[in-house]
């Protein structure tokens, strides 16, 4: 018999239930199928099935029937109480009851007892965190790439925790902020939805600042000809904080896309360039012809020619010798980003200097240690001359070598065009 206890505990029971219909963003075929599952998972720990179970939930009105059905047997041949009823036991139900008919009652589940019920509210409880995971994973594994505005929370040395307008945690990793982003408890940022991943059910959205998506969702928010599909975007390359370069194409001939983009005077790019902390952004016309379109990433720099190794995936690129350094950009920013932005890796080399003149930085090998050649490589100086030709100053500032190990460096190429 059910205490006075057990009697309560279901009612409150029954009234998490109507709260949890009301407060939680579940549809009710789910809603019934869970909740009916729970009361299953507690039937079959009890008597090691719930076969023989009808469970019935309502959770418009925040209440259930559970009813067990048992088959009539002759007195004293009860084997298992849980699926059997013998025949006198059956007729106090209803006197017409025969042997072999099935007898269907209706059980409180009260009388399971305390611990029954508790093992209910703990099941109900961990399903009810799996759905809400499921769902919130579900909400917005759709919407990477989306920009959000939301509340920073806390800011660590290593992440920030940031609340968006619906209440949902995101993590924003320190990779992921611009150089120069500082943020205190209360205000308000935007970022993009970089990823959604589900770990052991446990849905992560991640937001950043630095990727490439982050530039070009704003500056669709801030060129009209771009909502209205007159302009498309088709590759952005960032360098977070420092340097960006966009590649746009307009779909109609009288409509510049690069002054579109940059507006009157910069004022569509202005605001960008604040958010990013003074990121300056570079437009440029898209173009299929990738020897142009190299050429054109590479300004300001003017390029004299183009050479494509497809197979490879590598670009060399033939200027004037005063052009090369604006090639290459303060720290070979530059042509860091032209490569990420055409995909080929691009080599720069002095127009009119005879390559049997020359001699590559490999063959220093035995001389130089490798890692300096890449380092010199890195900023686009492949070969001897190249190197030479280079002031001492623009190499300290370009590269991250020791005055003394760029001076060891000279000394070494040098000598080689004494001999």
Known sequence: MATKKTIAETVSLIDSFAEFNETKNIDRATLVGVLEECFR????????????????????????????????????????????????????????????????????????????????????????????????????????????????YQ????????????????????????????????ETLRAVIKSVDNVNGNPKITISRTDPMFLQRMMEAEVPEIQDGLITIHKVARIPGERAKVAVESYDERIDPVGACVGVKGARVHGIVRELHGENIDVLPWTANKQLMI??????????????????????????????????????????????????????????????????????????DPWIIEELEKIGLHTARAVLGTSRDELIERTDLEEETIDEVIRILSSEFDK
């Open 155 to 186: 800011s660590w040395k290593r992440e920030t925790l940031v609340y968006d307008d619906e209440g949902t945690e995101m993590i924003m990793p320190k990779t992921e902020q611009v150089p120069g982003d500082f943020f205190r408890k209360g």
């Open 41 to 152: 998972s507690v039937i079959a720990k009890i008597y090691g099935s719930d076969e023989n179970y009808d469970v019935i939930v309502n959770p418009a009105k925040g209440d259930f029937e559970i009813y067990r059905n048992r088959t009539v047997v002759a007195d004293g041949e009860v084997k298992n109480p849980n699926m059997e009823i013998s025949l006198s036991d059956a007729r106090l139900i209803d006197e017409d009851y025969e042997e072999g008919e099935e007898v269907s009652q209706r059980v409180e589940f009260s009388e399971f007892g305390r611990r029954a019920i508790l093992t209910l509210r703990q099941t109900l409880a961990s399903r009810i965190l799996e759905l809400e995971h499921d769902a919130l994973y579900n909400r917005y594994k759709d919407r990477v790439g989306d920009v959000i505005s939301g509340e920073v």
């Open 295 to 368: 050429a054109r990433a590479l300004s300001p720099a003017v390029v004299n020619t183009v050479t494509i190794d497809e197979e490879n995936v590598k670009a060399e690129v033939y200027l004037d010798p005063e052009q090369v350094s604006l090639a290459i950009g303060k720290g070979g920013a530059n042509i860091k980003l032209a490569s990420m932005l055409t995909g080929y890796t691009i080599d720069v080399y002095r127009d009119g200097v005879e390559e049997e003149d020359d001699v590559s930085l490999q063959e220093f090998v035995d001389d130089i």
